[in-house]
């Protein structure tokens, strides 16, 4: 993973963190809570839920500075109930 490789970033830049978990009302919200904890700010998202409707894909647009903030990005995600992966 890139995010292990501190040297192939090229700071500042944004930067697509996916999200792929169950899919449950508040999905999204917690997702974006997650990404206000490390990052505040305004964020929009996109969804695409899987073709059964189980599961579901958060993409949000973060601009990042360091890969400090990377780190602790996919920290937050993880800790966010019913994820699956984060990319």
């Known amino acids: 993973m890139t995010e292990h490789n501190p040297e ?3 700071f500042p830049c944004t ?3 996916k999200v792929v978990g169950d899919a449950h009302e508040q999905f ?4 974006i ?4 904890s490390v990052k505040p700010g305004d964020y929009r ?3 695409m839920p899987s073709k059964n409707g189980k599961f ?3 993409t949000v647009p973060v601009l990042v500075t ?3 903030e990377v780190q602790a990005l996919f920290a ?4 966010v109930a019913g994820v699956h992966i984060v990319l």
């Open 8 to 10: 192939l970033w090229n």
């Open 15 to 17: 930067i697509a963190l």
């Open 28 to 31: 999204e919200n917690e997702v």
């Open 33 to 36: 809570m997650a990404v206000q």
């Open 45 to 47: 998202s996109k969804s």
């Open 56 to 58: 579901v894909s958060i």
């Open 66 to 68: 360091n890969i400090d």
């Open 76 to 79: 937050a995600a993880r800790r």
